[in-house]
């Protein structure tokens, strides 16, 4: 089994930056591409970024692209997510997931960690 662990959320306020990281161990961690999902309060868990396994693909949600950028050192065994221009609807848990290939949905990766919360207030 794969143990992901979440850091870095807080509460900031709009337009201010956060760096969410994903601390992996157990199996190893270069074999499987990377994602980050948010969730907010009653909704579904929402695609944020994804990563293949050597880092050389990226892909974005529409809502994310210019702001967010996701990156990964496998010799760290770590993912990143850094955040700019943040936006109260932005506020949500981030959840980072491991999984054989990147997808956009959640259902087919294998791995979750616990999750941080980010909050932007206005």
């Known amino acids: 089994q794969v143990q992901l662990v979440e850091s870095g959320g807080g509460l900031v306020q709009a337009g201010a930056s956060l760096r969410l990281s994903c601390a992996a161990s157990?199996?190893?961690?270069?074999?499987?591409?990377m994602g980050w999902f948010r969730q907010a309060p009653g909704k579904e868990r929402e695609f944020v970024a994804a990563?293949?396994?050597?880092?050389?693909?990226?892909y974005y949600a529409d809502s994310m692209k210019g702001r967010f950028t996701i990156s990964r050192d496998n010799a760290k065994n770590t993912v990143y997510l850094q955040m700019n221009s943040l936006k109260p609807e932005d506020t949500a848990v981030y959840y980072c997931?491991?999984?054989?290939?990147?997808?956009?949905?959640?259902?087919?990766?294998?791995?979750w960690g616990q999750g941080t919360q980010v909050t932007v207030s206005s």
């Open positions: 157990g199996r190893t961690f270069s074999s499987f591409a």
């Open positions: 997931a491991a999984g054989l290939g990147p997808s956009v949905r959640a259902g087919e990766y294998d791995y």
């Open positions: 990563i293949s396994w050597s880092g050389g693909s990226t």
